[in-house]
């Protein structure tokens, strides 16, 4: 069982950045990919990007791509998401999953991010 946490979340600027982090802890081995998903007000969640959790395969929504990078951390168990150019319509809820077997099935709380126009 792998438990995620997510921080990094705020209040930024259009065209400024966040960086998020998802602390995993529990049975990591176990774990096939990382993923960050949002999901805002009234609104379905989204894929935003993956990461294979031991290799370097990555994996980007279109609205993201140039923007945002993910990247992981298998010494301290974390997964980032690092985003530029910030849009108000990123305002979301981000919150990471963990891919066990066929889908992202283990999910952290979230994080706030809020883009000011």
């Known amino acids: 069982q792998v438990q995620l946490v997510e921080s990094g979340g705020g209040l930024v600027q259009a065209g400024g950045s966040l960086r998020l982090s998802c602390a995993a802890s529990g049975r990591t081995v176990s774990t096939y990919a990382m993923a960050w998903f949002r999901q805002a007000p009234g609104k379905e969640r989204e894929f935003v990007a993956a990461?294979?959790?031991?290799?370097?395969?990555?994996n980007y929504a279109d609205f993201v791509k140039g923007r945002f990078t993910i990247s992981r951390d298998n010494v301290q168990n974390t997964v980032y998401l690092q985003m530029n150019s910030l849009k108000p319509e990123d305002t979301a809820v981000y919150s990471c999953?963990?891919?066990?077997?066929?889908?992202?099935?283990?999910w952290g709380r979230g994080t706030q991010v809020t883009v000011s126009s």
């Open positions: 999953a963990a891919r066990v077997t066929g889908s992202f099935d283990t």
């Open positions: 990461i294979r959790w031991n290799g370097c395969s990555r």
